[in-house]
């Protein structure tokens, strides 16, 4: 069982940054891609950005150039630093990891999700 844990959340002008962080912890046998996804209001949840245990990355179209992903794999954390951040941008982010257990099962956790507002 893994638990991921959300920081770093708030209300931020346009223009503005901000930077999630989201700390997985429990008993795993190791925890592979992990991933930022957003859901705005009245949308379906989206894929914003993620990153393999190598450091291979993705991100959505919107944005690129803007933000950027990186993870600790010593601390099984992932981040997302946000930057010229937009309206668009507004919803609640969710930390997303695939792990596999010690049962060598696949299992995909996800975190509790932290507001991000950008308003002026």
């Known amino acids: 069982q893994v638990q991921l844990v959300e920081s770093g959340g708030g209300l931020v002008h346009p223009g503005g940054s901000l930077t999630l962080s989201c700390a997985a912890s429990?008993?795993?046998?190791?925890?592979?891609?992990m991933g930022w996804y957003r859901q705005a209001p009245g949308k379906q949840r989206e894929l914003v950005a993620t990153?393999?245990?190598?450091?291979?990355?993705n991100y959505a179209d919107s944005v690129k150039g803007r933000f950027t992903i990186s993870r600790d794999n010593a601390k099984n954390t992932v981040y997302l630093q946000m930057n010229s951040l937009k309206p668009e941008d507004t919803g609640v982010y969710y930390c997303?990891?695939?792990?596999?257990?010690?049962?060598?099962?696949?299992?995909?956790?996800w975190g509790q999700g932290t507001q991000v507002t950008v308003s002026s």
């Open positions: 990153i393999t245990n190598g450091g291979s990355t």
């Open positions: 429990g008993s795993i046998f190791s925890i592979n891609a």
């Open positions: 997303n990891a695939g792990a596999v257990g010690w049962d060598l099962g696949e299992y995909d956790y």
